[in-house]
């Protein structure tokens, strides 16, 4: 059973304790400080790395966790602090039986036996990730692909050419093979900024195995689907001050990805599978989490099959987002509007495939949500006035101070 995506939570490094001799040195491009332990509110192995600054542990653990939620078997990845010295540390999840990507045995990856190379592709190079080295990426016990070590993904924020990454339609269908991506570490197709034509992980062939493209567009199709709103509080949650230009470059790519997959035959049929019907419920489930009282999402958004492509991608998004602003009005006050939250969660449930309806509840819900928001920024303005002001005299004055 898969861990549910939850949010990430600044936790003190005091909690972490490490288990004897336990001091590792990693095998990264920069040697990383890194011991292995536990945390007090988890039955779960971790390893625990110092990070350079804090912006970088930051963005590492937002890395990691878009990758998780994208491909939900990927390992947990926590933020912790020590609250005297303010370093901060990156807590990676241990997995089970983590070995380094085989070399020469291409058609596993082909035949099935070692999955997910397809989305953990998709997610680096959506998320520029510059240091996909083998060993950074890697399998499990169960034998699916591993991304670990986020700490040079969001590349043009360190300083990497935009260009470096771009997404075209050539460059998805071409992957595994890194096709205009010019990174420091790609598998063992680009090692330290050498490229080499071949590779003894994979073979060409694996572009159009069909289950390989299949991985790819199970990871598109989540990728593409997910509204701005929902973005924005994903990183909100991991980079409280500062990440906005991560929401904003992720929502950018995301929008370039969108316009790519319309004019990609290969996604466009897979949305027509069970397999994608099967993804897009899945989206909701994880999306589910944020609600204050959970509700059976039941049917898949999508299930028509006479409208477009980019119609069952609109309809999906605005549905999506749609949810997203039910849920803000929950987290505005949950026992102020639990109630009003769910009987908008049911409306939304019984109408979430007509895309009419579901427009116009997408405007009602954003016409509350500016009303609250209108309200908690006059609430503030009178607790302003009444705590540096509690005598009632000069009133005429403190009007004008906090006057709208």
């Not at 600054?53 to 937002?62: R, S």
């Not at 890395?63 to 010295?85: D, G």
């Not at 380094?100 to 953990?120: C, D, I, M, V, W």
């Not at 949950?334 to 939250?341: G, K, T, W």
Request: glycine share 4%.
């Amino acid at each position: 059973m898969r861990t549910a995506w939850v949010l990430n939570m600044l936790i003190d490094i005091k909690t972490f304790k490490p288990a004897e001799q336990s001091r590792i040195v990693s095998d990264s491009l920069f040697r990383h400080k890194m011991s292995r332990g536990k945390l007090s509110d988890s039955t779960k192995n971790w390893f625990c790395k110092e990070a350079e600054t804090p912006a970088v542990a930051k963005l590492e653990v937002l890395a990691q966790e878009f990758f998780r939620l994208i491909i939900p078997h990927q390992p947990e990845t926590r933020l912790a602090i020590n609250k005297v010295s303010q370093v901060h540390y990156v807590l990676s999840e241990e997995i089970e039986g983590y070995r380094k990507l085989p070399r020469g045995e291409s058609r596993k990856f082909e035949n099935g036996t070692y999955s997910g190379l397809g989305q953990a592709m998709v997610c680096a190079l959506f998320l520029e990730e510059h240091d996909l080295k083998n060993g950074n990426i890697g399998l499990d016990a169960h034998n699916r692909v591993i991304k670990i070590d986020g700490d040079w993904s969001f590349a043009s924020t360190q300083g990497i050419d935009k260009a470096a990454f771009s997404l075209t339609e050539d460059g998805i269908a071409q992957l595994p093979y890194p096709m205009g991506i010019r990174a420091f570490n790609w598998l063992d197709y680009i090692q330290e900024t050498m490229s080499y034509s071949t590779s003894q992980i994979v073979r060409p062939a694996l572009s159009s195995n069909l289950a390989f493209r299949n991985e790819v567009n199970q990871a598109l199709l989540k990728i593409v689907s997910l509204p701005d709103s929902f973005i924005n509080h994903f990183v909100d949650q991991h980079i409280s001050a500062g990440g906005k230009q991560y929401s904003d470059l992720i929502q950018q790519r995301a929008h370039e990805l969108r316009n790519i997959c319309l004019q990609n035959k290969s996604f466009q049929a897979y949305l027509d599978t069970q397999e994608a019907s099967e993804v897009r419920q899945n989206i909701q489930n994880q999306i589910h989490p944020f609600i204050i009282r959970p509700i059976e999402l039941t049917a898949p958004i999508v299930e028509q099959k006479n409208i477009s492509a980019i119609e069952r991608i609109s309809l999906m998004e605005t549905s999506l987002s749609c949810l997203m602003k039910i849920l803000q009005i929950k987290e505005s006050n949950p026992a102020l509007y639990e109630s009003y939250v769910v009987e908008q969660l049911q409306e939304w449930e019984s109408i979430k495939t007509d895309i009419h309806k579901i427009v116009d509840l997408h405007t009602k819900i954003d016409a509350k949500l500016t009303a609250l928001q209108s309200a908690k920024q006059q609430d503030f303005k009178n607790r302003f006035k009444n705590e540096l002001y509690p005598a009632d005299e000069n009133n005429d004055i403190i009007s004008q101070l906090t006057k709208p």
